[in-house]
């Protein structure tokens, strides 16, 4: 089945940790993936990953995509309450099409 | 970034009236639109996907005469729900296709959304 999985659902943690979000899919030809960030209105772009094994970079935030182990991660180091938010993570699908996962919702504590 | 704008931004409507919810892309030229319906605390649920010219393409399980698309010129789209009823009541969204470089593949970015509330 063409889906994408997000894991965890949802994480509490505290101002400074860091976290680790998970992407899985299933099928293992396709071009790009791409991660946002949603807060109350529409998601924001954070990254787009293209090739396995090289690492992006903004800030605090960087991902990796692994195309062998069909799965991406998103890192967040130093989390600030301002990382609050929901992280989606989809899978291109086709020319133009993306699948997006469920997301993870993340809460950061003060 | 590219700039993708909708309008309205919030609407609130009788049942069995319609709605219209246009989608533009303001910096660039867009051949392929988007629309998803997110509902709360679920994630983006791809409706359709709109071409330039020609009729759009329409996931399984969506009615494309209650919702209808339009995408007359390569930065404007609409979605219209025709005869609203409480369960269309959502956020929707649109994004616009836009290519990388000289690369082949695609980044979507997505518009401010659209909350559409029918009583």
């Known amino acids: 089945e063409d889906k994408v999985v997000q894991s965890p659902l949802s994480l509490v943690v505290h101002e400074g940790d860091t976290v680790t979000l998970n992407c899985s899919y299933e099928?293992?030809?396709?071009?790009?993936l791409l991660w946002y960030k949603q807060e109350k209105k529409a998601p924001t772009f954070l990254f787009m990953l293209?090739?396995?094994?090289i690492e992006k970079k903004s800030g605090r935030l960087s991902s990796i995509l692994d195309k062998k182990e069909l799965f991406s991660i998103l890192n967040i180091t130093a989390t600030q309450t301002g990382d609050s938010a929901v992280y989606l993570c989809?899978?291109?699908?086709?020319?133009?099409?993306?699948?997006f996962g469920t997301g993870t919702r993340l809460k950061v504590l003060a | 970034g590219a700039v993708v704008s909708q309008h309205p931004s919030w609407v609130i409507c009788k049942s069995g009236t319609s709605v219209k919810i246009e989608c533009r892309s303001l910096?660039?030229?867009?051949?392929?639109m988007f629309w998803y319906r997110q509902f709360p605390k679920q994630s983006l649920m791809l409706m359709a996907t709109?071409?330039?010219?020609?009729?759009?393409?329409?996931e399984q399980g969506v009615e494309k005469d209650k919702f209808l698309i339009n995408h007359a010129s390569l930065t404007l789209s609409t979605l219209t729900v025709t005869s609203a009823h409480p369960e269309d009541s959502s956020f929707y969204i649109c994004?616009?296709?836009?290519?990388?470089?000289?690369?082949?593949?695609?980044?979507?970015?997505f518009g401010p959304g659209t909350r559409l509330t029918v009583t």
């Open positions: 293209t090739s396995s094994g």
């Open positions: 989809g899978r291109n699908s086709g020319t133009y099409k993306y699948i």
């Open positions: 994004s616009a296709s836009s290519p990388v470089s000289d690369k082949a593949v695609y980044e979507q970015y």
């Open positions: 709109s071409n330039e010219g020609s009729k759009a393409t329409y």
């Open positions: 910096d660039f030229q867009a051949t392929t």
């Open positions: 099928v293992t030809n396709f071009r790009s």
